[in-house]
């Protein structure tokens, strides 16, 4: 059975402090790995996509890179409206993401 | 307009109620998705469709039916509501032709609270 645990389960920085959040998997077969992001009352944002160990992407302030067991998100000097859950989810087939909980990151101006 | 709309938006129903879920999309996906997230649990699968004749289960499909109308319409139905059903529910949709095969879109959500 697919697993993910991403940790921390919070996160408060702030402003122009860079962090990163940790996305820890076990996959009978990656697919691909995904970060969402959530605002509070709405539903998960696409963010990006690794499909191979060493991948990295990179968006604004966000960079996603991918071992074979784990995929960091790197938030570098975040700002206030950086603030909400970060989702990891990892694929195995053809349809079903695994979702770890969430880390719900507070940046204060 | 929004590609996923759910409705409700928001649902409060009593025990032993049966309580429908609307999801429409515009994106022209043949994939939708059910899912429910809970405090700490992160997200869970309820029901899939690959086409309006395909429907699956996912891993928590107990106490939940689903209909897919059209390619565009797939709703989620709790036949007997129950206090343990309160959560967000999420649609979701994917195109397994596209470039981006894998990735998943999802609507607003639908807070649903079984009193």
């Known amino acids: 059975e697919d697993q993910v645990t991403q940790s921390p389960e919070a996160l408060r920085l702030q402003e122009g402090e860079s962090s990163s959040l940790n996305c820890s998997y076990t996959?009978?077969?990656?697919?691909?790995l995904f970060w969402y992001r959530q605002d509070p009352g709405k539903g998960p944002e696409f963010l990006f996509t690794?499909?191979?160990a060493g991948e990295e992407k990179e968006k604004e302030r966000l960079k996603a890179t991918l071992t074979k067991k784990e995929s960091f998100l790197h938030i570098t000097a975040p700002k206030p409206e950086d603030s909400a859950t970060y989702l990891c989810?990892?694929?195995?087939?053809?349809?079903?993401?695994?979702f770890g909980a969430g880390t719900t990151v507070t940046v204060r101006a | 307009d929004a590609d996923v709309t759910q409705t409700p938006r928001n649902r409060i129903t009593k025990t032993g109620k049966r309580i429908m879920l609307e999801c429409s999309q515009t994106?022209?996906?043949?994939?939708m998705y059910w899912y429910r997230q809970d405090p700490g649990l992160g997200l869970r699968l309820i029901y899939y469709?690959?086409?309006?004749?395909?429907?699956n289960k996912g891993e928590i499909s107990d106490g939940y039916s689903v209909s897919r109308q059209a390619q565009a319409k797939f709703s989620l139905s709790l036949e007997s509501a129950i206090p343990n059903q309160t959560a967000l529910y999420f649609c979701?949709?994917?195109?397994?032709?596209?470039?981006?095969?894998?990735?998943?879109?999802f609507g607003p959500g639908t807070r649903l609270t079984v009193t």
């Open positions: 979701a949709t994917s195109d397994p032709h596209g470039v981006n095969s894998y990735e998943q879109y």
């Open positions: 996959v009978s077969g990656l697919r691909g």
């Open positions: 690794l499909y191979s």
């Open positions: 989810a990892v694929q195995s087939n053809d349809y079903k993401l695994s």
């Open positions: 994106k022209g996906h043949d994939r």
């Open positions: 469709s690959f086409d309006v004749k395909d429907i």
